[in-house]
């Protein structure tokens, strides 16, 4: 993105009162960790459950699918209020590494849902009469839990990356 | 309080290494979403709105390992970032409200909470237990956020 049409994204009107207030911001940000409370405890237990190491008395089908609306639910807390975030600051988020690289995990988050939906997410029936769970399974449980501590930690280490000064002008370039 | 003040932060790994204080807080994240979500999973039940096919005592025994696993990772995580500047966390509004709303949280989740849940109590006073939980705890990480804007 040319970086005169983030400055423009980011001086609209909504980015702008998000950013200039001081309380709105650590509100929506307060959000978005209440969200991940909710939703990320969720998939953990989702993904252990499908690993065989957590609620294992439980059919897998009762786990997956009682957790599913409410995952659903904090995901798009986390998501809308990430979106709100990430657009009031996007011109000093945009540059950042570290915001490429979440932005980067997001993606494979997404293809890994429609990868595994089929065949392990909407299969919970067949999981519950299989009498081991399937390699398939347990491959989606263990990417999808490296993939959301990658999430969290990119979201994190954000806070931490500093553009590097711009290169003070030599004699050369000031005549 | 008198430690506290004779404590110099910099000799603290925390503020001197790089990667220390982050992976930290990646620790907090990820305990506290375990601790939290597992607790909400029996607060959902208790308000009769979630996790219906299981009930509130076995959900309460299914996931109390995790929920201690989570408040593990916290009460670790925690105190070693609160040790990074234990004088500017002491005299933080919000990190007070904070500790206050954990305790009590923490007390609240091993007694009433959980001898509701167990006792397959439903109705009006379970879903009342449930809404003071989800309180408390949304109360500590809006608490914790808050450190870092008063």
């Not at chain 1, 806070?159 to 002008?169: D, L, M, R, T």
């Not at chain 2, 001197?16 to 620790?27: D, H, K, R, T």
């Not at chain 2, 040790?83 to 904070?98: E, G, M, V």
Request: charged fraction near 15%; proline fraction near 6%.
């Amino acid at each position: 993105m040319p970086p005169e049409f983030v400055q423009w994204l980011q001086n609209a009107g909504l980015a702008t009162a998000i950013r200039e207030s001081a309380i709105v911001y650590p509100v929506i940000l307060s959000l978005h960790l209440t969200g991940m409370a909710l939703f990320g405890g969720m998939i953990l237990m989702t993904d252990l459950r499908l690993l065989g190491i957590a609620m294992t008395k439980r059919p897998v089908s009762e786990v997956v699918e009682g957790l599913r609306p409410w995952k659903h639910l904090g995901l798009t807390l986390v998501v809308t209020c990430g979106f709100l975030l990430a657009w009031s600051k996007i011109a000093i988020y945009y540059p950042n590494p570290f915001f490429r690289l979440k932005l980067g995990l997001l993606t494979l988050v997404t293809i890994h849902a429609l990868v595994f939906r089929r065949s392990v997410y909407r299969n919970t029936r067949e999981l519950d009469r299989s009498p081991v769970i399937p390699g398939r399974a347990k491959l989606a449980a263990a990417l999808s839990l490296v993939l959301w501590i990658g999430l969290v930690s990119a979201g994190r280490w954000i806070g931490y990356w500093e553009p590097k000064a711009a290169a003070p002008p030599t004699t050369a370039q000031v005549n | 309080m008198a430690f506290f003040l004779a404590y110099d932060p910099s000799t603290n790994p925390l503020n001197s290494n790089e990667w220390a204080f982050p992976v930290c807080e990646v620790m907090h994240i990820i305990g506290f979403a375990t601790l939290i979500g597992t607790i909400t999973m029996v607060d959902l039940r208790l308000l009769g709105v979630g996790m219906k096919k299981e009930s509130a005592a076995d959900l309460v025994r299914d996931t109390a390992p995790w929920t201690l696993f989570g408040l593990a990772l916290v009460l670790i995580s925690g105190p070693l970032i609160f040790s990074s500047d234990p004088n500017l966390y002491l005299a933080n509004i919000s990190f007070r409200f904070k500790i206050t709303c954990l305790v009590l949280a923490i007390i609240y989740n091993y007694t009433i909470h959980r001898k509701v849940a167990l006792s397959q109590t439903s109705g009006g006073l379970a879903a009342v237990v449930a809404v003071i939980s989800l309180a408390l705890w949304a109360s500590v990480v809006f608490g914790g956020i808050f450190i870092a804007f008063v």
